[in-house]
């Protein structure tokens, strides 16, 4: 596997036709940032900032937080990190934190997590606003939050930052240069009012891993599920685009980035399909940034998105067979 990382490193993702995609890596540890070397990944896409938390036996005071999160920066350099606020409840239980008043829920992924909880327990958000923007003194730092359903969990979740922000500014701390801040996409709720959203937005990040289990009402973590239902459904892949489309019509001239994060931008033909899409920017799994790459570099991006925009109108029986066939005649 090193060799195989090694030989892919250096080389940037372009496709055969010229066109540079934007290849970042997920990562949740302070040991996972030696991987954005080894793996030559353009960045950090997505950083659980949950991971700390769940590996303490306590809640980590704010000084640990600011620590990591500068480690995080420093070692990734010139290199762009989007930290995630933190996701936890669901099936990430911190045994420190009655974060539920211990209450039993049951449908967890449907419950108390994520920016439900930190909205709530404004101390867990305020603490790491703080952190994240000393962190980030003199660079641009990019938030973003999990799990928002509606535009004014996204406006309540900013304006903790913004308070932080206006605090150490009458501290006469050096800030960050700007904040960017985005909204994860993985309720399909906020997919419905992307014309609120998206001016107020950055960025936009679609979690294809609660993304899939909302849509298909189908439990990401149950054995008999996991298989049934395919990342590469035309119900699936056209929400997707409608995403795209509607992010380009309402970002009113602005750049506004999209990127998977979720483990589907990982997989060969899933990379493949979400590529023909439209999507330009993938944020995967460490291991497979030297995979994708390579099939970036061996793929005609027009090509493709012509065959998606056909197969999109009138989808094939099988899209994982018609993108198998599609891949194995180009030697992809
Ligand atoms: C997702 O839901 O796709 C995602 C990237 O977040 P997580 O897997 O941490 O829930
Ligand atoms: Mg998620």
Same mark, same amino acid.
């Given at each position: 596997?090193?060799?195989?990382?090694?030989?892919?490193?250096?080389?940037?993702?372009?496709?055969?036709?010229?066109?540079?995609?934007?290849?970042?890596?997920?990562?949740?540890?302070?040991?996972?940032?030696?991987?954005?070397?080894?793996?030559?990944?353009?960045?950090? %896409?997505?950083?659980?900032?949950?991971?700390?938390?769940?590996?303490?036996?306590?809640?980590? #005071?704010?000084?640990?937080?600011?620590?990591?999160?500068?480690?995080?920066?420093?070692?990734?350099?010139?290199?762009?990190?989007?930290?995630?606020?933190?996701?936890?409840?669901?099936?990430?239980?911190?045994?420190?934190?009655?974060?539920?008043?211990?209450?039993?829920?049951?449908?967890?992924?449907?419950?108390?997590?994520?920016?439900?909880?930190?909205?709530?327990?404004?101390?867990?958000?305020?603490?790491?606003?703080?952190?994240?923007?000393?962190?980030?003194?003199?660079?641009?730092?990019?938030?973003?939050?999990?799990?928002?359903?509606?535009?004014?969990?996204?406006? #309540?979740?900013?304006?903790?930052?913004?308070?932080?922000?206006?605090?150490?500014?009458?501290?006469?701390?050096?800030?960050?240069?700007?904040?960017?801040?985005?909204?994860?996409?993985?309720?399909? #709720?906020?997919?419905?009012?992307? $014309?609120?959203?998206?001016?107020?937005?950055?960025?936009?990040?679609?979690?294809?891993?609660?993304?899939?289990?909302?849509?298909?009402?189908?439990?990401?973590?149950?054995?008999?599920?996991?298989?049934?239902?395919?990342?590469?459904?035309?119900?699936?892949?056209?929400?997707?685009?409608?995403?795209?489309?509607?992010?380009?019509?309402?970002?009113?001239?602005?750049?506004?980035?999209?990127?998977?994060?979720?483990?589907?931008?990982?997989?060969?033909?899933?990379?493949?399909?979400?590529? %023909?899409?439209?999507?330009?920017?993938?944020?995967?799994?460490?291991?497979?940034?030297?995979?994708?790459?390579?099939?970036?570099?061996?793929? $005609?991006?027009?090509?493709?998105?012509?065959?998606?925009?056909?197969?999109?109108?009138?989808?094939?029986?099988?899209?994982?067979?018609?993108?198998?066939?599609?891949?194995?005649?180009?030697?992809?």
């Amino acid at each position: 596997r090193q060799a195989a990382y090694a030989a892919m490193r250096d080389l940037e993702p372009v496709s055969r036709d010229g066109q540079r995609l934007t290849l970042l890596m997920n990562a949740g540890l302070r040991d996972d940032m030696a991987l954005l070397k080894m793996t030559g990944a353009d960045g950090i %896409g997505l950083f659980r900032t949950e991971f700390q938390f769940l590996v303490s036996a306590t809640l980590p #005071a704010r000084e640990r937080q600011t620590r990591l999160y500068r480690d995080v920066l420093e070692s990734a350099g010139s290199k762009p990190v989007v930290f995630r606020t933190v996701d936890i409840g669901g099936d990430k239980v911190l045994p420190y934190l009655r974060h539920n008043d211990g209450e039993s829920e049951e449908n967890p992924a449907m419950g108390w997590r994520a920016l439900r909880v930190a909205l709530e327990r404004e101390g867990l958000l305020k603490s790491q606003a703080r952190s994240l923007i000393e962190a980030a003194a003199g660079r641009v730092l990019n938030v973003m939050f999990p799990m928002v359903s509606e535009v004014w969990e996204f406006d #309540a979740a900013k304006e903790v930052f913004e308070a932080q922000l206006a605090y150490l500014r009458r501290q006469k701390k050096v800030l960050p240069e700007a904040i960017r801040y985005g909204a994860m996409l993985e309720v399909p #709720a906020l997919a419905e009012v992307l $014309d609120q959203l998206v001016p107020k937005l950055s960025f936009l990040s679609i979690g294809t891993n609660d993304l899939t289990q909302f849509l298909f009402a189908a439990d990401r973590a149950h054995p008999k599920l996991a298989e049934r239902y395919d990342w590469l459904s035309p119900a699936i892949l056209r929400f997707l685009k409608r995403v795209i489309r509607d992010v380009d019509t309402y970002r009113e001239g602005r750049q506004v980035d999209v990127t998977i994060c979720g483990e589907m931008g990982g997989r060969r033909l899933e990379a493949l399909a979400l590529i %023909g899409l439209g999507m330009s920017r993938l944020s995967i799994t460490p291991a497979a940034v030297g995979p994708v790459k390579a099939l970036i570099r061996s793929i $005609d991006v027009g090509e493709i998105r012509d065959v998606m925009r056909e197969w999109l109108a009138c989808p094939p029986p099988d899209m994982r067979a018609a993108l198998l066939d599609y891949a194995n005649a180009r030697g992809i």
